[in-house]
């Protein structure tokens, strides 16, 4: 059967694949659970140590599907019901999320990849914040994550123009963290996500929760949060290792506890 999201396992890496390449990998309702399911699951398999998010074919997303023929025309129920916890489920999964971004990225595609902690992006990608040219807002968390990653002046230029940004200058602005050779993409991405998956799991989990956490606090309130998560990295087995092999002078052996 074919299946509109692949999900396969290599070492302590899931890899999520989008897989609807004749339509650029746009989100359908199914999709759009199917990704939920995985993240999900993710959390709950302790051998899940990250997490590499892909699209298949020359796309990496174009969003919602807006062939939405017969579909539901009651917006705020579709995100409430799909957009919404999946994005919460990706950046409350205590395990890094890796994007590699294969090629073009629009509308809520854009804001799959934003929910992810790191973006690679092949040398052939695009990104485009698509929602304006058919009159709408972006969605699923693209009015949060985009200024704070590439400031309010430029969310606010991709958002309101709709233009397409290139690899380069995405790489310039922030919105990736790395460009690379289209036919290294993979290659690249994998070898990111399985150091990340090598790495003491706990620490990153609550990094990644430190940092979504500390966005909407005070610098007080921040520096308690740090307090109590770095109480929780330090009792953990990878942290003792991690002292230990620094004092024998040998490379750490982590495994994720
Ligand atoms: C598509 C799509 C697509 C269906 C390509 N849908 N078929 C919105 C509404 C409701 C609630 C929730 O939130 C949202 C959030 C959003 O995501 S709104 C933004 C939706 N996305 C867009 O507006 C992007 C639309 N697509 C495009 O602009 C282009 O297709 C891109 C730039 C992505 C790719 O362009 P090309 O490389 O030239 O490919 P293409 O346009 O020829 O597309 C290939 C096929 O995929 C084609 O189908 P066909 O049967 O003619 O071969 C497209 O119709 C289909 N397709 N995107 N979003």
């Excluded at 140590?49 to 020359?58: D, E, Y």
């Excluded at 489920?89 to 890094?96: A, G, N, Q, V």
């Excluded at 150091?195 to 003491?200: I, S, T």
Aim: with cysteine; proline share 4%.
């Amino acid at each position: 059967m074919h299946e509109s999201v692949r999900v396969e396992h290599q070492g302590g890496v899931m890899l999520v694949t989008l897989n609807r390449p004749e339509k650029v990998n746009a989100l359908t309702r199914e999709m759009l659970f199917a990704l939920r399911e995985a993240f999900q699951a993710a959390g709950e398999d302790d051998r899940v140590r990250s997490v590499l998010v892909t699209g298949a074919g020359r796309g990496f997303c174009a969003g919602q599907d807006l062939d939405l023929g017969g579909g539901d025309s009651d917006y705020a129920k579709v995100i409430r019901e799909t957009y919404n916890p999946l994005i919460l489920t990706m950046t409350h999964l205590e395990k890094p999320i890796v994007c590699a971004v294969n090629g073009v990225a629009a509308g809520a595609g854009v804001s799959l990849a934003l929910a992810c902690d790191l973006r690679l992006a092949s040398e052939t990608a695009t990104f485009i914040q698509a929602f304006v040219n058919i009159g709408l807002i972006p969605d699923s968390g693209g009015t949060w994550f985009l200024p704070r990653i590439v400031g309010l002046g430029r969310a606010m230029e991709l958002a309101m123009l709709g233009d397409r940004v290139d690899a380069a200058r995405a790489h310039e602005m922030g919105l990736v963290n790395r460009v690379v050779p289209a036919d290294q993409l993979m290659a690249e991405a994998m070898a990111l996500a399985e150091r990340l998956a090598a790495m003491p799991t706990r620490a990153i989990g609550l990094i990644k929760r430190a940092h979504y956490e500390g966005m909407e606090r005070t610098l007080a309130q921040s520096l308690e949060l740090e307090a109590v998560l770095q109480n929780e990295a330090g009792q953990t087995e990878d942290h003792r290792e991690g002292v230990r092999a620094f004092l024998e002078k040998r490379p750490p052996r982590f495994q994720g506890r």
